[in-house]
């Protein structure tokens, strides 16, 4: 039978490995229609599905701004086959003109489930509060064809990912958010659906892919506790400020064996300046206090940030050799739609370009480029940077 709306998630060919998680978000739409009654369909076109899959005559497409040329290459290809296309996601929801101009006919802001629900019905409806919203619809798309592993001491096992929050309390001013609350999940709506993957999927590692999981520390505790002693692993993200001793018990008590920090830079200056509400030594203590327990520990480093400079870049070099985090992933910064550097680049001292520019943050070794120009540092600059934190790290490690 012929769905109501085709959902799409475009590829990632900037991406090294671009089947590694499933696409949570057309998901969580997916779930959200069928729970009122619409058909719908899914596809990821990392995954090999194509144009000709799509088969009704609405098709949704969610994308980032690293997918938007792809996204609007679909916008196009499904206007001129006279379909109606509606879109979605963190860049639609700041760049909104822009996806009209591409052709697309109605654009959804923010966690958008519910405005297109009562947009196809054409009626209003009583939303659902986060503890109700139904969980990703894992049988839209083929949950198994998606690779990523977790590796723990004695096995190696499939995992996928999860998102137990919305947003984030905090506000960076690097980051873009999709909606400026932070809306977590209940302990039990969390835990019932890690039960509910090891039941129907077959899934004993997680992704917590929420951007900062132990923010919520009551929430946090109860969680660790009923997890403790079951046998799950799980990879988390979290900031640094909150990771003490008590929080690293819990986190290795219910089976967390890595967490990637958000770090951003090894320079006060740097963080002061973008808002991150963290300093070098909080940031130190967090990959001690994980490493003490045996947890490891990936850094999360942002190059080229309002304020960079040769200076900074040596600090953040000192940093990774005093802190020793684990391993580190090294981004390129890029003013991202939405975030109070893009939207006030003359209080950041930043100059960028936008039209027709990747903005890719994270990419294919090799491929990386920037936008973005500040204090005498060009953008040739901040790509060795990038090049040579990388390196950096490899010769502490070995």
Same mark, same amino acid.
């Given at each position: 039978?012929?769905?109501?709306?085709?959902? $799409?998630? /475009?590829?990632?060919?900037?991406?090294?490995? #671009?089947?590694?998680?499933?696409?949570?978000?057309?998901? =969580?739409?997916?779930?959200?229609?069928?729970?009122?009654?619409?058909?719908?369909?899914?596809?990821?076109?990392?995954?090999?599905?194509? =144009?000709?899959?799509?088969?009704?005559?609405?098709? !949704? $497409?969610?994308?980032?701004?690293?997918? #938007?040329?792809?996204?609007?290459?679909?916008? #196009?290809?499904?206007?001129?086959?006279?379909?109606?296309?509606?879109?979605? @996601? /963190?860049?639609? +929801?700041?760049?909104?003109?822009?996806?009209?101009?591409?052709?697309?006919?109605k654009v959804f802001k923010g966690y958008g489930e519910h405005a297109l629900l009562e947009w196809m019905l054409n009626k209003k409806i009583t939303p659902l509060n986060v503890n109700e919203i139904p969980f990703p619809d894992r049988d839209a798309l083929p949950i198994h064809e998606y690779k990523q592993t977790i590796d723990g001491k004695f096995d190696s096992r499939p995992s996928t990912p999860i998102i137990s929050a919305r947003g984030c309390p905090y506000k960076c001013a690097f980051c873009s958010q999709v909606d400026p609350k932070y809306i977590p999940q209940s302990a039990d709506r969390t835990i019932s659906e890690l039960y509910h993957l090891r039941d129907v999927y077959n899934y004993t590692a997680f992704t917590m892919y929420d951007d900062a999981f132990v923010?919520?520390?009551? &929430?946090?505790?109860?969680?660790?506790?009923?997890? %403790?002693?079951?046998?799950?692993?799980? &990879?988390?993200?979290? &900031?640094?400020? !909150?990771?003490?001793?008590?929080?690293?018990?819990?986190?290795?008590?219910?089976?967390? $064996?890595?967490?990637?920090?958000?770090?951003?830079? !090894?320079?006060?200056?740097?963080?002061?300046?973008?808002?991150? #509400? +963290?300093? &070098?030594?909080?940031?130190?203590?967090?990959?001690?206090?994980?490493?003490?327990?045996?947890?490891?520990?990936?850094?999360?480093? $942002?190059? !080229?940030?309002?304020?960079?400079?040769?200076?900074?870049?040596?600090?953040?070099?000192?940093?990774?050799?005093?802190?020793? /985090?684990?391993?580190?992933?090294?981004?390129?910064?890029?003013?991202?739609? @939405?975030?109070?550097?893009?939207?006030? /680049?003359?209080?950041?001292?930043?100059?960028?370009?936008?039209?027709?520019?990747?903005?890719?943050?994270?990419?294919? %070794?090799?491929?990386?480029?920037?936008?973005?120009?500040?204090?005498?540092?060009?953008?040739?600059?901040?790509?060795?940077?990038?090049?040579?934190?990388?390196?950096?790290?490899?010769?502490?490690? @070995?």
């Amino acid at each position: 039978m012929k769905p109501d709306l085709t959902l $799409i998630f /475009p590829d990632s060919p900037f991406l090294e490995v #671009r089947t590694m998680f499933p696409p949570l978000g057309i998901m =969580y739409i997916a779930s959200y229609l069928k729970h009122f009654g619409l058909k719908v369909q899914c596809l990821d076109l990392a995954l090999g599905h194509n =144009y000709e899959d799509a088969m009704a005559d609405i098709i !949704g $497409i969610s994308f980032t701004t690293p997918q #938007r040329e792809s996204a609007f290459e679909l916008i #196009r290809h499904f206007k001129r086959e006279g379909k109606t296309v509606v879109v979605g @996601g /963190p860049h639609p +929801t700041h760049m909104k003109e822009e996806c009209f101009k591409a052709g697309a006919d109605k654009v959804f802001k923010g966690y958008g489930e519910h405005a297109l629900l009562e947009w196809m019905l054409n009626k209003k409806i009583t939303p659902l509060n986060v503890n109700e919203i139904p969980f990703p619809d894992r049988d839209a798309l083929p949950i198994h064809e998606y690779k990523q592993t977790i590796d723990g001491k004695f096995d190696s096992r499939p995992s996928t990912p999860i998102i137990s929050a919305r947003g984030c309390p905090y506000k960076c001013a690097f980051c873009s958010q999709v909606d400026p609350k932070y809306i977590p999940q209940s302990a039990d709506r969390t835990i019932s659906e890690l039960y509910h993957l090891r039941d129907v999927y077959n899934y004993t590692a997680f992704t917590m892919y929420d951007d900062a999981f132990v923010c919520d520390k009551s &929430r946090f505790r109860v969680i660790s506790g009923i997890l %403790r002693g079951e046998d799950f692993m799980f &990879r988390c993200f979290s &900031r640094t400020n !909150g990771i003490d001793e008590e929080t690293c018990e819990r986190l290795v008590g219910m089976g967390v $064996i890595a967490v990637g920090l958000g770090v951003e830079s !090894g320079s006060d200056e740097i963080l002061k300046l973008n808002m991150k #509400r +963290t300093t &070098r030594e909080i940031n130190t203590n967090a990959v001690k206090n994980l490493q003490k327990v045996g947890i490891e520990t990936k850094a999360f480093l $942002i190059v !080229g940030l309002p304020g960079e400079s040769e200076k900074t870049i040596k600090e953040t070099l000192s940093w990774i050799e005093e802190a020793r /985090p684990d391993s580190v992933g090294v981004s390129i910064f890029q003013p991202l739609p @939405g975030s109070s550097i893009f939207n006030h /680049p003359e209080k950041y001292k930043v100059d960028f370009e936008y039209n027709g520019q990747p903005f890719v943050y994270r990419g294919k %070794r090799g491929e990386y480029v920037s936008n973005v120009e500040m204090n005498g540092l060009s953008s040739q600059e901040v790509v060795c940077y990038h090049k040579l934190i990388e390196d950096f790290h490899k010769s502490l490690t @070995g």
